[in-house]
């Protein structure tokens, strides 16, 4: 029975893990629901991952929506071109493309910035010096981030698809020498508040998720510069998979019902 | 003997399979100060963190004004360690915060006082530690080691606590430098009745700023008594400590 004995470590281990996170994860939020709340330091992050994302946020979305409008137009030629292409670039844009990609990137950028800030704060001991201040470093370091992502992912993803849309219209109108105010108005038509809204949606969680990992891995790193390393990398990595994980979920019950 | 302040009780504290604090029983009187001796790594620093609640012991009571804090959680814990100010042993300022920020933070946090007074009161904790305004405005980054310690002592004392915790407040600091801060601990216990409880191993240092030292070897205290009769303690391991003697009954782990 001895090979039982590394699985069960694995699933302990696993375990545990699990649990640790839920509990960082549900004081975290409960600091983020009970005043008081540290303004200025939310307004911060909301410009550290919000404004400073958005050259990065711009430049994926505006290729992405390119790509599709090329994509589509060779696999829709034969077919009628100009109205699958505007439906193409919107709904992908909008449903699944702008708040997978922008969380993603995100996670990239940001995801690890926040890893290796908190982590280096754990290693040199400033979250321990923050306790002896009276201070609660779930409220002063982990709720404002948390907060800033839940409200700056939604408005980046606004943007992404405004952007993308736009990319796709560039490539239609300059390129395959469509109608400009033909293609916006197919545009108009396809777009249903509700698929911004599911993709809006998703974006909020996605930045509860990013800034989460980076909170989490930062928060329990440990060894100095190499032990940040890792939570830097440990936190993209697993944001990175629990947005595309939890982005089939959300799909699922948003369409599939 | 005055009232206790501070009380450890048979504290032990493992990481895995390595125990550190092995039954530390050591007892701190009001506006008393005490000196915890012991060599590197035999786990000074670990008590204050159990103390400050850092670090939770495995067994054992921590009694701070009577209060067993080891059995309170969240806040209630939180208004007794708030008693509490502590100069850490790499200093751990706040690397996002300009210098007189740091030593203002918990003025700022904790009594909410304005950012101007705050400022006014840091700067002249930062002089008690002889640090001029020029040095208000940089950031932790840009101060020599012994300035950011200077800063960590400055936030430490800023609310004036009850009770202040040094972990080897003079190391890293010119002699003349160390003896202003010796005498700005001192200072600081006679005048305001803090408490302290500092950990070094200058032992110049530990004859001026103590009233008591108390000695850590392998997880217990093995000598407690007045600085006064630190050099007739009778114990070979605080002879040895004291006059820095490599042979003696306490062995590095060392390999010739
Ligand atoms: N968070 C921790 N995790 C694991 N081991 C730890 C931790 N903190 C301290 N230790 C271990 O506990 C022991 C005592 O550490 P501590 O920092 O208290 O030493 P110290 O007496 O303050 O030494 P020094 O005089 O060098 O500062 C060390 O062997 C250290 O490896
Ligand atoms: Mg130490």
Redesign the interface.
Known sequence: MSFLAPVGRVLIRFLVATGRLVVFALTAVSHCLRPPLYGGLIGRQIIQIGYFSLPVVGLTAIFTGMVLALQSYTGFARFNAESAIAGVVVLSMTRELGPVLVGLMVAGRVGAAIAA?VG??RV???I????????NPYKYLIAPRLIAGVVTLPILVVVADVIGVFGGYLVSVYSLDFNAANYLKLTWGFLEPFDAISGIAKAAVFGFLVTLMGCYHGFHSRGGARGVGTAATNAVVSASILILASNYIITTAFFAA | MTTPKIELSDLKKSFGQKTVLDGVDLTIGTGESVVIIGSSGAGKSVILKCILGLLSPDTGTISIDCADVTALYGKARERHTAKIGMLFQRAALFDSLKVWENVAFALRGRSGAPRKQARETALSKMAQVGLGPDVAELWPAELSGGMQKRVGLARAIATDPEIIFFDEPTTGLDPIMSDVINDLIVDTVRNLGATALSITHDMASARKIADRIAMLHDGRIIWDGPVAEIDNSGTEFVDQFIHGRAAGPIKMALRR
């Open positions: 800030e280096t704060m040199t001991e400033q321990d010096a923050l306790t002896t201040l009276s201070t």
